[in-house]
């Protein structure tokens, strides 16, 4: 069998291109000026709330617990009920990114959207700590489940040549959440109590208004039209035996080379943004010599300029500089990552670390993660790879987490080895890896065809 010929003409009849039409050269995105239709943004802003909702409650969570000291909450229950969070996230993902390929993404982020309204309003209603134990396991496990799923989601609805573009969105919706909720932080922060509340039934608001207008939304076209042709291609096999796609294939080569590499991919070069997240304020306050108001305008202003970059992320994506602003942005994530150790550790090399890190990031960071993700895993293994990768990372940075104070402790250079290094093995494992592997879809398409696994993965 000719793989190649066989393989053209399976792409060919998937996407319903005719035959004479096979050896004509296809547009490029910079040739033609994609329009995005209102659905297709509808889709990127609902399903993106996940990012929103994300942040949300993660920020949310360490300002209201603070605030819920009045209900008799210690450091240690704060500890405990973080690290709950951290790890239902985890294995949130890995059972919702499943389920989204088995069952369709719209049952699945339906039902997840009612569980974290649920949790959401659990933590803010809870009249004592024990219904924080209650709220916090719902709350990690909901939206851990949503992500991978929405993600899929804002993809496969979106066209040729946008994808890119909508699914980055989803990045500037998690920065706006920060924004949104330091805000609300600032107007509730001497309320005690009530300030916590307050925190919580903010974002309650935001999922059930999201709940309700998702309830509108479709199921993906993309993985209806896959599933529909795996259920036939299974009940033709099987003599009316329907057998879904199994997680083995992805464990399995050639998948397992995606999956492996975009989690050593994303679990590593999270390590740095999850430290700034929880420990920059440390770092300025301890070695710094500045106050935790002068740290916070500093997170404001890094804020505004991930905002900034996402939208610059948004626009060169989907273009042939795709890979020119990697190789940029990973030199300056790098360098950023190595300010403190090269120039010792100040404030102004802090401040460095956190805006050039935060520049460098949008690009050679999670928002790549994100494209890769969607690319590189066909539809009805794209959530699972998702979820997988996610729960990957997230144990990875509770783990780091752990053991980053006690670093510090030692002095912060050897923290800063710990995050060079990672992040320079992430931008060798991007550039010399990642990109260079084929899509999910045509990749599937060629073992349709007949290829082995070993002729269906090459790089390019």
Same mark, same amino acid.
Request: hydrophobic fraction near 55%; avoid cysteine; charge should be positive.
């Given at each position: 069998?000719?793989?190649?010929?066989?393989?053209?003409?399976?792409?060919?009849?998937?996407?319903?291109?005719?035959?004479?039409?096979?050896?004509?050269?296809?547009?490029? +995105?910079?040739?033609?000026?994609?329009?995005?239709?209102?659905?297709?943004?509808?889709?990127?802003?609902?399903?993106?709330?996940?990012?929103?909702?994300?942040?949300?409650?993660?920020?949310?969570?360490?300002?209201?617990? +603070?605030?819920?000291?009045?209900?008799? +909450?210690?450091?240690?229950?704060?500890?405990?009920?973080?690290?709950?969070?951290?790890?239902?996230?985890?294995?949130?993902?890995?059972?919702?990114?499943?389920? &989204?390929?088995?069952?369709?993404?719209?049952?699945?982020?339906?039902?997840?959207?009612?569980?974290?309204?649920?949790?959401?309003?659990?933590?803010?209603?809870?009249?004592?700590?024990?219904?924080?134990?209650?709220?916090?396991?719902?709350?990690?496990?909901?939206?851990?489940?949503?992500?991978?799923?929405?993600?899929?989601?804002?993809?496969?609805?979106?066209?040729?040549?946008?994808?890119?573009?909508?699914?980055?969105?989803?990045? +500037?919706?998690?920065?706006?959440?920060?924004?949104?909720?330091?805000?609300?932080?600032?107007?509730?922060?001497?309320?005690?109590?009530?300030?916590?509340?307050?925190?919580?039934?903010?974002?309650?608001?935001?999922?059930?208004?999201?709940?309700?207008?998702?309830?509108?939304?479709?199921?993906?076209?993309?993985?209806?039209?896959?599933?529909?042709?795996?259920?036939?291609?299974?009940?033709?096999?099987?003599?009316?035996?329907?057998?879904?796609?199994?997680?083995?294939?992805?464990?399995?080569?050639?998948?397992?080379?995606?999956?492996? &590499?975009?989690?050593?991919?994303?679990?590593?070069?999270?390590?740095?943004?999850?430290?700034?997240?929880?420990?920059?304020?440390?770092?300025?306050?301890?070695?710094?010599?500045?106050?935790?108001?002068?740290?916070?305008?500093?997170?404001?202003?890094?804020?505004?300029?991930?905002?900034?970059?996402?939208?610059?992320?948004?626009?060169?994506?989907?273009?042939?500089?795709?890979?020119?602003?990697?190789?940029?942005?990973?030199?300056?994530?790098?360098?950023?990552?190595?300010?403190?150790?090269?120039?010792?550790?100040?404030?102004?090399?802090?401040?460095?670390?956190?805006?050039?890190?935060?520049?460098?990031?949008?690009?050679?960071?999670?928002?790549?993660?994100?494209?890769?993700?969607?690319?590189?895993?066909?539809?009805?293994?794209?959530?699972?790879?998702?979820?997988?990768?996610?729960?990957?990372?997230?144990?990875?940075?509770?783990?780091?987490?752990?053991?980053?104070?006690?670093?510090?402790?030692?002095?912060?250079?050897?923290?800063?080895?710990?995050?060079?290094?990672?992040?320079?093995?992430?931008?060798?494992?991007?550039?010399?890896?990642?990109?260079?592997?084929?899509?999910?879809?045509?990749?599937?398409?060629?073992?349709?065809?007949?290829?082995?696994?070993?002729?269906?993965?090459?790089?390019?």
């Amino acid at each position: 069998m000719d793989v190649s010929h066989s393989l053209h003409e399976t792409i060919q009849r998937r996407i319903g291109v005719p035959a004479m039409t096979a050896t004509a050269t296809a547009p490029t +995105v910079d040739s033609v000026k994609v329009r995005i239709p209102k659905n297709a943004w509808k889709v990127a802003v609902l399903a993106g709330m996940a990012s929103y909702l994300d942040a949300g409650v993660l920020v949310t969570n360490g300002g209201a617990l +603070v605030l819920y000291k009045g209900l008799g +909450v210690t450091n240690q229950h704060i500890s405990q009920l973080s690290a709950i969070l951290t790890f239902l996230f985890a294995f949130g993902a890995l059972f919702g990114g499943r389920l &989204g390929d088995r069952f369709g993404r719209r049952k699945v982020f339906t039902a997840t959207m009612i569980g974290l309204a649920a949790g959401i309003a659990i933590m803010a209603f809870a009249p004592s700590i024990a219904f924080l134990y209650v709220g916090i396991p719902i709350l990690g496990f909901s939206i851990g489940a949503d992500l991978p799923v929405s993600m899929s989601m804002i993809a496969e609805e979106a066209p040729e040549g946008a994808k890119g573009k909508l699914v980055a969105f989803s990045h +500037v919706l998690w920065m706006v959440a920060i924004g949104t909720v330091s805000l609300v932080q600032v107007f509730a922060g001497g309320l005690g109590v009530l300030g916590g509340r307050i925190m919580w039934i903010h974002l309650l608001i935001v999922a059930v208004v999201v709940l309700v207008l998702r309830s509108t939304m479709p199921e993906s076209s993309e993985w209806q039209r896959a599933h529909d042709r795996a259920v036939r291609s299974a009940t033709s096999a099987q003599g009316g035996e329907i057998k879904a796609v199994t997680l083995k294939q992805l464990f399995s080569k050639p998948f397992i080379f995606p999956l492996v &590499g975009l989690a050593l991919f994303y679990g590593i070069v999270n390590l740095s943004a999850n430290t700034g997240g929880q420990f920059a304020t440390l770092l300025y306050t301890e070695f710094a010599g500045m106050s935790v108001s002068q740290a916070g305008l500093v997170g404001v202003v890094g804020l505004a300029v991930g905002v900034g970059m996402s939208l610059v992320f948004m626009r060169v994506i989907d273009t042939k500089y795709r890979y020119a602003a990697f190789a940029i942005g990973a030199v300056i994530y790098t360098f950023s990552q190595a300010l403190p150790l090269i120039f010792g550790v100040h404030a102004w090399t802090l401040i460095g670390w956190q805006l050039l890190g935060g520049v460098g990031g949008l690009v050679a960071g999670e928002p790549m993660w994100k494209i890769w993700s969607q690319e590189l895993f066909p539809t009805l293994l794209r959530s699972s790879g998702q979820g997988f990768t996610t729960f990957f990372t997230r144990i990875l940075a509770a783990l780091m987490a752990l053991i980053t104070a006690s670093l510090m402790a030692t002095g912060p250079a050897t923290l800063f080895i710990i995050l060079t290094v990672a992040v320079a093995f992430t931008s060798v494992l991007g550039w010399f890896w990642l990109r260079r592997m084929p899509k999910g879809e045509d990749v599937e398409a060629a073992l349709e065809a007949g290829a082995t696994p070993e002729q269906a993965f090459q790089l390019k």
